[in-house]
């Protein structure tokens, strides 16, 4: 500490208060690696303490200072332009010559991913992908969204009040390696907001080379301001808890799932920020007292097509109705894994066993992991609290299974141990599925297959993200974040009679 007042080394073991009442330590790692100008993020839940280093403090500093002049400038811009801007995007990523850049990036992406023993899934810019980004940006040219839209009008005797949309200014994203959020997020713009983007660094090669043959040349030719949209160029994660604790952001929003995701929102919701987190899920499949069995084999057949948040994570099966459904279940796995030309991974709740063949337990089989194929049990038991665990596969569907009484022993474990996110029951009956619906804490609930749930394929609206009730329920906003969500209401009265009082 200096003398003004500005924190400028750390020594080992130092003791650092957090939460009221208790402390965190200081590792000597920390200590050596802090330097003067440094910032220490202390998480007051967790005791996290976060180092950002002085260089990405500034980067921060001044990417959003460029973001928030650009959000004001674009209040002089008509939404005619915003409309090119989103035609530009697209038409740069769909020319070949110009893609040509960014596929070369993102092979050399994928390759140092694949060394590092990383995942790819959700990294290699395929045709599918790239399609999907171009559909998406046009999707956002032709939403039509006025972004000073009357919302609603109340007349008084001499005046009048008008609730206007309103854009609400710098919205950060930060995301894993998945290039096509860059077309998702960029959704925002529509509603005149500016942004800034952090990307995981598996994917910062790919993103680089968006920006600069696709995004920026589309941004310039709309005549957008200079900094409508950027990308914060750190491979750092520090630049990420930089940028969410900006107390600047109208909107900070990460996207992927586990530790790291709840530690960004920790940051943003500590700072002040309003904050969305999207991912973390793992649906949950019931089988019902009335289930059909080829309905639910369906169900679990195709909510294994890929790993994403939505995927079939735990399925419940009534104890009375295991001995036929449990079989086909698994058959409906092991079809799943064939479509990949893998195997797939089992496991069991403690007490559920009984329902499962035993050479699923003592035959090994190859599962398809980042790092390569590893020979693991076919299936394993594991704990009551490993209904809590999100499966994030690479190739192999994996999935847990629990034998439960009835419905309502389901939705209680679900309550209990899910990221109260994505829940399905298949039943012929009404009255269960009423019964399930109204006793489920979940924002997404379905009688089916799980993967339904998209802004893009349910909704037909581009999305920009999925959240959870882990956090808490949203006040007045669907689980589906799309940028004609992210705006805020401004309120103008009109007098029409000068002698209007109270």
């Known amino acids: 500490m200096s003398s003004s007042g500005h924190l400028l080394h750390l020594e080992p073991g130092q003791l650092v208060p957090y939460g009221g009442d208790r402390v965190a330590a200081v590792s000597a790692e920390l200590a050596e690696r802090f330097q003067p100008g440094d910032h220490l993020i202390v998480l007051q839940r967790t005791g996290d303490l976060l180092h950002v280093p002085s260089v990405e403090h500034a980067l921060v500093e001044s990417t959003v200072t460029v973001a928030t002049h650009a959000f004001g400038d674009l209040s002089h811009v008509s939404d005619d332009q915003i409309t090119a801007f989103f035609e530009g995007f697209a ?16 092979e050399i992406d994928v390759e140092s991913a694949r060394a590092r023993g990383r995942s790819t899934t959700r990294l290699l810019l395929g045709d599918a ?53 860059f077309a998702d997020a960029c959704g925002v713009v529509r ?4 942004v800034v983007f952090r990307i995981g660094s598996d994917a910062l090669g790919t993103a680089r080379a968006i920006v600069e043959h696709a995004l920026d040349p589309a941004i310039h030719a709309a005549g957008l301001p200079e900094g409508t949209v950027q990308l914060l160029d750190s ?19 990460a996207r992927g799932s586990g530790p790291a995701v709840a ?21 949950w499949l019931v089988a019902g007292e009335h289930a059909d069995g080829d309905h639910l084999a369906l169900a679990v057949e195709h909510s294994l097509d890929r790993k994403v948040c939505n995927t079939l994570n735990v399925l419940a099966v009534p104890r009375d109705r295991a001995a036929e459904l449990v079989p086909r279940s698994l ?9 990949r030309s893998t195997n797939a991974r089992l496991h069991v709740v403690e007490g559920s066993d009984e329902v499962v063949p035993t050479d699923r337990f003592t035959s090994t089989v190859g599962i398809d992991r980042a790092d390569g194929t590893h020979d693991e049990p076919a299936a394993s038991t594991i704990p009551i609290d490993g209904l809590a665990t999100e499966w994030e596969w690479e190739n192999s569907p994996e999935i847990t299974l629990v034998v439960v009484d009835d419905t309502d022993h389901a939705v ?63 006040l007045a906003r669907g689980a589906i974040l799309s940028g004609d969500g992210v705006h805020t209401v401004r309120y103008r009265a009109t007098i029409t009679d000068p002698a209007t009082h109270r």
Do not use: K
């Not at 530690?263 to 649906?283: C, D, N, Y």
């Not at 092991?334 to 479509?339: G, K, S, T, V, Y």
């Open 129 to 181: 992908m790239r399609s999907g980004m171009i559909d998406g940006l046009r999707g956002w040219r032709d939403q039509h969204l006025a972004r000073d839209a009357v919302a609603r009008r109340v007349e008084h005797d001499g005046w009048n009040v008008e609730a206007r949309r309103a854009p609400l200014g710098v919205v950060a994203f930060v995301f894993e390696g998945r290039p096509n959020v």
């Open 412 to 474: 209680a474990l679900c309550n209990t141990y899910s990221p109260r996110f994505v829940a399905s029951l298949v039943s012929s009956d009404p009255v269960e599925h009423d019964r399930f619906y109204a006793a489920i804490d979940a924002p997404f609930v379905g009688d089916g297959f799980t993967r339904w749930v998209d802004g893009q394929y349910a909704l037909s609206t581009p999305e920009l993200g999925l959240s959870n009730w882990e956090q808490g329920r949203m």
């Open 263 to 283: 530690q960004l929102g920790a940051v943003a919701a500590q700072a002040g920020v309003p904050v969305s987190l999207h991912g973390t899920g793992g649906a």
């Open 91 to 106: 038409h740069h990523l769909e020319d070949d010559e110009s893609f040509a850049h960014i596929a070369a990036a993102n």
């Open 235 to 253: 491979p750092s994660r520090s630049a990420g808890h930089a940028l969410f604790s900006d107390r600047r952001l109208a909107l900070a929003v």
């Open 331 to 339: 058959d409906a796995l092991d079809r799943a894994a064939a479509r």
């Open 191 to 194: 509603t005149g907001n500016a």
